[in-house]
């Protein structure tokens, strides 16, 4: 027994130890400011911002998309079950405890020699409680816990990235479309016009005032936006289909809320670069890989030295079961194990070489997920500058138009100009009109992706609508 007690000892010592490198974050070279960052900023993006756009129907969407999308579900079950594997991985850190019990009836053949006072048949009855541990001296247990906890941690980072696209995909998709059904009733409104127009022409060229050349030139216009209509009505209900699936749904249409233009701007959030690397779930997640790459390490240099484990038993043993557990009866044992390498042809080497090389790579991987960020921040704020600037422009290049077509119309009516000149002002409007809208449109998505950008506790606000993950990380 005190043998035992000596190694217990020793184990104890050596607890706070563990082969490989201790994971240290790495230095990152971060900008001290973004260039395209506007000069008036608000402090919003910690706050449900998609409610900035004060459509009552879009923030039901997103609610609803919370709570039903299926890959926000599949991303909290892999929580979970990185949960459970985390829980199993740590339980070799503690002893196991465990029972067992036999029994049995058993006659021995008359011609064997049978000594007299045995009983033939006989019976022998068992019960046995046992306990192993394997003593983690050299910490592979340790690291391949930590390892483990680091995959949940990444687990649910990645879950959040999930609720990060999911609430900017059901922002974007019901702008796109509120963007699709403004360009649609542009569309019907100038085919009901270009459709007036044929008919006049028809009438006058019965009447001999115009050629067929005129009637035809404005039946060229009036089927240019008869074939629009249909595309637009087509991306409608492909949009429709996917934003049903964003909410759980099946493929359906969904209802509407206030137009295009009713749509009020967020503001652009402030913040820093140095912020991302918190807040960020991507980063956060390609963090956690990292550190459970860096104990992946650890527990394959243990392997090089010897694995020693305890393990004993208490119990009964006896042929009666009245006896069984009485003092005579009583049986126990006690012992330890050790076993380790001599020479594994690289079995072991190979695996500490594919560790390092694994922790090289989620370095890597970190790195790059950091500067893929401030990129993606970068693009959005230019994006949304520079969209503005193009909405501002188009909207005066429609109001040019509009005067443009109305002249044109007015010298043509007045015998001045041929209708030449008409076809060509209304043909560079129509387009004109449809554009503005899709610039609007991409003018707000664009500030959606700087908010998804940027991340922010706003994820943990929208987090709070989901349903709720494992939460077993200590």
Not at 344 to 373: C, D, P, S
Not at 428 to 447: D, M, Y
Request: with cysteine.
């Amino acid at each position: 027994m005190s043998r035992i007690l000596i190694i217990f000892i020793i184990a104890l010592s050596f607890a706070g130890c563990a082969i490989g490198p201790d994971y240290l974050r790495p230095r990152i070279d971060t900008p001290t400011a973004f260039k395209y960052e506007p000069a008036e900023t608000a402090r919003t993006a910690n706050t449900e911002w998609w409610k900035q756009f004060c459509d009552p129907v879009l923030d039901q969407f997103i609610t609803e998309a919370l709570l039903n999308n299926k890959d926000v579900k599949i991303a909290a079950a892999r929580v979970e079950q990185a949960a459970g594997i985390l829980m199993t991985t740590r339980s070799s850190l503690f002893p196991q405890l465990s029972y067992n019990g036999a029994g049995s009836q058993q006659r021995l053949s008359i011609t064997n020699s049978v000594p007299a006072q045995s009983d033939n048949p006989y019976t022998s009855l068992q019960a046995l409680g046992g306990a192993t541990w394997e003593i983690d001296l050299w910490g592979r247990i340790r690291r391949l816990t930590e390892a483990a906890r680091a995959d949940v941690l990444a687990s649910e980072e990645a879950r959040r990235g999930v609720v990060l696209s999911l609430v900017a995909e059901v922002a974007s998709s019901y702008i796109k479309l509120r963007a699709l059904d403004e360009q649609l009733v542009i569309a019907k409104r100038t085919l009901v016009t270009y459709s007036e127009s044929v008919k006049l022409f028809e009438l006058q060229y019965k009447y001999g005032q115009v050629s067929l050349m005129v009637v035809e030139q404005a039946r060229s216009q009036y089927e240019t936006a008869a074939v629009t209509i249909p595309q637009i009505e087509n991306q409608i209900v492909l949009l429709e289909n996917a934003v049903s699936i964003l909410l759980g749904r099946n493929p359906g249409t969904i209802p509407r809320g206030k137009q295009l233009q009713e749509l009020a701007m967020p503001a652009i959030p402030a913040g820093l670069p140095s912020e991302l690397l918190e807040r960020r779930p991507d980063i956060l997640q390609a963090e956690q890989n990292l550190i459970a790459a860096n104990a992946q390490i650890g527990a394959a240099k243990a392997l090089y030295f010897p694995s020693i484990s305890l393990t004993g038993a208490f119990g009964g043993s006896s042929t009666n079961l009245s006896d069984l557990f009485r003092g005579p009866s009583n049986t126990w044992n006690y012992g330890g194990s050790f076993i380790g390498p001599i020479f594994t042809a690289g079995n072991i080497e190979g695996q500490v070489r594919g560790a390092e090389a694994g922790q090289r790579a989620a370095l890597l991987t970190y790195e790059q997920t950091i500067q893929k960020a401030f990129a993606d921040v970068e693009n959005a704020l230019i994006s949304s500058r520079k969209l503005g600037e193009q909405l501002s422009a188009e909207q005066k290049r429609v109001t040019s138009y509009k005067e443009y077509a109305r002249l044109a119309r007015l010298q043509y009516t007045g015998g001045y100009a041929p209708y030449l000149n008409v076809l060509y002002a209304e043909a560079q409007l129509f387009p004109s009109e449809l554009s503005v809208v899709q610039t609007r449109g991409s003018n707000l998505i664009a500030i959606v992706n700087v908010y998804k950008a940027m991340g922010g506790g706003w994820i943990t606000e929208a987090e709070k609508q989901t349903w709720p993950a494992a939460k077993a990380i200590d």
